[in-house]
């Protein structure tokens, strides 16, 4: 059974600082998932990373996968507070569609 | 391109009560999912469906869960009879046939209370 562990589960943080969001999975994997979700919202897709050593940037935040490790993280560089929000992890099974989700990583930036 | 839709938003019921949910697809999207959101935890699967055929419901309490997706669009997700338990954010997702890594589309979810 393919688990997700993500940490840390809630994370506050002070605006222009950096931090990290780990995510570690159990079972081979050949693609994995960031999302982002807003209290209230549902959820809204960041990146998607498929392959061994894969990195995505997008404005502050940068993800990468190291499948080897099973392992992906999710960078915040320089934090600003429209960032606060709950960022999830998804990982898909080997040859199948179903998605396993972290329990979410709550981020709230303070001033 | 309009995303999932998904009615209703809200939902309050009390236990041993009915309630159903709908769930319109990204046009075209031939894979669709409803997954149990629990406050303060991931997104859980319930069911899949490819077309308008049940590719995994493994995680589906069948005992009381049923959901359907007759003509391969819309769908509608059950519960006969609600428990407190149940009490959760429902969402249906959506993903392309052709997508060669199934990104998944999220709708904006059905929120439950079980009074």
């Known amino acids: 059974e393919l688990k997700v562990e993500q940490n840390p589960l809630f994370l506050s943080m002070q605006e222009g600082k950096n931090y990290t969001i780990y995510c570690n999975y159990s079972?081979?994997?050949?693609?994995l998932y960031w999302y982002r979700q807003d209290p209230g919202k549902s959820l809204e897709s960041l990146f998607v990373l498929l392959s061994n050593g894969a990195v995505k940037q997008e404005g502050r935040l940068m993800a990468s996968l190291d499948t080897k490790a099973r392992l992906s993280t999710l960078h915040i560089t320089a934090a600003v507070h429209d960032l606060s929000a709950t960022y999830f992890c998804a990982v898909g099974g080997a040859g199948s569609y179903q998605l396993t989700f972290g329990k979410g990583t709550k981020l709230s930036v303070i001033p | 391109e309009a995303g999932v839709a998904q009615s209703p938003r809200y939902k309050i019921i009390e236990k041993r009560q009915s309630v159903a949910f709908w769930c319109n697809p990204i046009?075209?999207?031939?894979?669709l999912y409803w997954y149990q959101q629990i406050l303060g935890q991931g997104p859980k699967l319930l069911i899949q469906f490819q077309n308008n055929g049940v590719v995994d419901d493994s995680q589906l309490p069948k005992d009381r869960f049923s959901a359907e997706r007759l003509k391969g669009v819309d769908s509608t997700l059950k519960i006969q009879p609600a428990k407190l338990e149940d009490s959760a954010v429902y969402l249906c997702a959506s993903s392309p046939k052709s997508s060669g890594y199934n990104e998944q589309f999220f709708g904006p979810g059905t929120r439950l209370t079980v009074l």
């Open positions: 079972t081979t994997s050949d693609r």
């Open positions: 046009s075209g999207h031939a894979t």
